[in-house]
């Protein structure tokens, strides 16, 4: 079973940046989806920005993330990072790392079947 755990949650004035991280763990699988996603209180789980693991190229975003938020990964460690610039206060929430097989893209949320416990990211002056 994939195991994620993500990191680099925290509080930021409007403008700010930060940088999530997801390091994952036990899968095997040459090539699989993983993405970011985030809930605000209140709203549904969305997706922001997602990859595929075999294509460094092979990336989508949210529309109102796009230009703002860069999605990355690392295979040889087996670590997603999304450095998240510019940011506004309507970014605030909880953000998951998760990962699936199947389609990739940020409106694909049930490829998505591994999910982490979340990082808290919270913009406000």
């Known amino acids: 079973q994939v195991q994620l755990a993500e990191s680099g949650g925290g509080s930021v004035q409007p403008g700010g940046s930060l940088r999530l991280s997801c390091a994952a763990s036990?899968?095997?699988?040459?090539?699989?989806?993983i993405g970011w996603f985030r809930q605000a209180p209140g709203k549904e789980r969305e997706g922001v920005a997602t990859?595929?693991?075999?294509?460094?190229?092979?990336?989508s975003y949210a529309d109102s993330v796009k230009g703002r938020f860069t999605i990355s990964h690392d295979n040889a460690k087996r670590t997603m990072y999304m450095q998240m610039d510019s940011l506004k206060p309507e970014d605030t929430g909880m953000y998951f790392c998760?990962?699936?097989?199947?389609?990739?893209?940020?409106?694909?949320?049930?490829?998505?079947?591994?999910w982490g416990q979340g990082t808290q990211v919270t913009v406000s002056s």
């Open positions: 036990n899968y095997t699988y040459a090539a699989i989806c």
């Open positions: 990859i595929n693991t075999s294509s460094r190229t092979a990336t």
């Open positions: 998760a990962a699936g097989i199947g389609n990739c893209g940020v409106r694909w949320i049930n490829t998505y079947t591994y």
